[in-house]
T-cell receptor, first 110, second 113 residues
Framework: GQQLNQSPQSMFIQEGEDVSMNCTSS?????WLWYKQDPGEGPVLLIA?????ELTSNGRLTAQFGITRKDSFLNISASIPSDVGIYFC??????????FGTGTRLQVFP | EAGVVQSPRYKIIEKKQPVAFWCNPI?????LYWYRQNLGQGPELLIR????????DSQLPKDRFSAERLKGVDSTLKIQPAELGDSAVYLC???????????FGSGTQLSVL
């Protein structure tokens, strides 16, 4: 099935560092969502974006809906150990189906 | 309030055996989804229900997979017979309606030997 392209595939950073990851699509999406998945759990919604160009923050997380509607980025500032997990972008396509990205695995070292 | 509940958490079966997964969505959520997540990948939609009606099953391999949502509440996903390539995590999610936030269960990890 169709999946969005996320990069990087994995990141290994030190506690306190900022993190940036992005997601691209070959087609236009109507919404962009960012999820976090912990081991053995289902994804949990972090941020939802509904308009092209929209910039939204949730605590230390900031995400933007690309102006072309084909991309989005997620930034995490001042990372902490509990930020460890897999981050997925997702978007609703023209048929309103929610498509997920391939994931970015984040590891934070103290 | 309880979240989306799935059972079992883990299932190990031999190929060609049948298997079933159960999902209890959040109370009042009309939309229910089954996703499959292969190792190292994001979830992929198998089927979406609006109440008891399957409104998107285009990604469901209908030769061996079946699903039902009786009375528009709990749902069951079945595979018969299972193949080696069916090993994955099967996630159930629910939302108030299709445009609202999805809440995921913890998933059932299936291993087919």
């Amino acid at each position: 099935g169709q999946q969005l392209n996320q990069s990087p595939q994995s990141m290994f950073i030190q506690e306190g560092e900022d993190v940036s990851m992005n997601c691209t699509s070959s087609s236009i999406f109507n919404t962009w969502l960012w999820y976090k998945q912990d081991p053995g759990e289902g994804p949990v919604l972090l941020i939802a974006l509904y308009k092209a160009g929209e910039l939204t923050s949730n605590g230390r997380l900031t995400a933007q809906f690309g102006i072309t509607r084909k991309d989005s980025f997620l930034n995490i500032s001042a990372s902490i150990p509990s930020d460890v997990g897999i981050y997925f972008c997702a978007g609703h396509d023209s048929t309103d189906k929610l498509i997920f990205g391939t994931g970015t695995r984040l590891q934070v070292f103290p | 309030e309880a979240g989306v509940v799935q059972s079992p958490r883990y299932k190990i079966i031999e190929k060609k055996q049948p298997v079933a997964f159960w999902c209890n969505p959040i109370s009042g959520h009309n939309t229910l989804y089954w996703y499959r997540q292969n190792l190292g990948q994001g979830p992929e939609l198998l089927i979406r229900y609006e109440n008891e009606e399957a409104v998107d099953d285009s990604q469901l391999p209908k030769d061996r997979f079946s699903a039902e949502r009786l009375k528009g509440v709990d749902s069951t996903l079945k595979i018969q017979p299972a193949e080696l390539g069916d090993s994955a995590v099967y996630l159930c999610a629910s939302s108030l309606d299709q445009a609202e936030e999805l809440f995921f269960g913890s998933g059932t990890q299936l291993s087919v030997l």
